[in-house]
């Protein structure tokens, strides 16, 4: 009874323009009664960028990364490029050989099980580091990850993220590594941490003005668009990274309003009994949150 009291109140406030303005301890509240109305674990961080406001709930809880690792990645191939290690524009030859980090063993990636199929096609081919990294973040090539993950080394991608603060996530390997997985060696993500990655992004302090942007340009690209921005006008500029396994929905970001303001979300989920119904409710997270910032002074 309690739940569906909440979540009528949640539609009554955005229905409603939400003229109101609700106040910190009363959205947080509303949030979480509306994801404990689903089956499995969430965690939320909100950072508004101008405010400096956090809403944060379950924001240290540990994930599976799923594909909100690539953001990480993407950060230390910038991160290399402007130290010189390469240049964007050189080409990586498009294999599908990978060693598992359990035992050095050989696998393969398959086209069934990867968002992006048409790389599958190039095999033996170049393509630019660009280009891998680009449909990595957009589309979420797998092979496209494997290949920039052996090229800037995990280990790397990890030590750039203590670097910024970010000490809970662990990059430990590229994507379809089964013996990995089945020995627990999995990347890991903390909502807390994914916000304040993106936030170090928004401020350019991982990598200069240029390549930050850069970055940014990439995000705002994104092709999985059902949970942040969803519900949000189309005015709404959202650049962000998702995540999806069995179980699995995720998405990471910063939202950029029409008026300047702008704010980082980073919306978890894992042991989903009903995913599609659990990304309906994440997104509408997502539209709560949008209204709450702009009743924002």
Do not use: W
């Not at 929905?249 to 989903?272: A, M, N, Q, T």
């Amino acid at each position: 009874m309690v739940q569906r009291v909440c979540l009528i109140m949640v539609l009554i406030y955005i229905l409603s323009g939400c003229t109101s303005n609700p106040s910190h301890e009363e959205i947080t509240a509303q949030i979480a009664q509306l994801l404990n109305q689903q089956k499995g674990t969430f965690a939320v961080a909100y950072k508004n960028l101008i405010t400096d406001e956090e809403i944060l709930i379950n924001e240290h809880e540990l994930f599976h990364a799923a594909s909100t690792m690539k953001t990480p990645v993407m950060a230390e191939v910038y991160r290399q490029a402007m130290e010189g290690k390469f240049s964007l524009k050189d080409s990586l030859i498009t294999r599908n050989e990978f060693k598992s980090i359990v035992d050095g063993s050989v696998y393969s990636l398959s086209p069934e099980s990867d968002s992006d199929t048409l790389i599958y096609n190039h095999i033996g081919e170049k393509r630019t580091i660009y280009a891998l990294m680009y449909d990595m973040i957009i589309i979420s090539s797998n092979l496209a990850t494997n290949l920039i993950v052996d090229l800037v080394d995990a280990k790397n991608v990890t030590q750039t993220m203590r670097s910024i603060g970010a000490n809970k996530i662990m990059i430990l390997r590229g994507v379809e590594d089964t013996k990995a997985f089945e020995a627990g060696l999995n990347n890991q993500v903390t909502a807390f941490d994914l916000m304040l990655l993106f936030e170090k992004i928004d401020s350019e302090e991982i990598v200069n003005s240029e390549s930050s942007m850069a970055m940014m340009d990439i995000l705002l690209d994104q092709q999985f668009n059902d949970i942040i921005p969803a519900k949000l006008p189309k005015d709404v500029k959202v650049a962000h990274k998702t995540g999806l396994i069995t179980g699995v929905r995720h998405d990471s970001g910063i939202i950029f309003l029409p008026d300047g303001k702008k704010y980082v979300l980073v919306l978890l989920s894992k042991e989903l009994e009903d995913p599609e119904a659990s990304t309906e409710a994440m997104a509408t997270v997502s539209e709560l949150l949008y209204h709450y910032t702009r009743a924002k002074k």
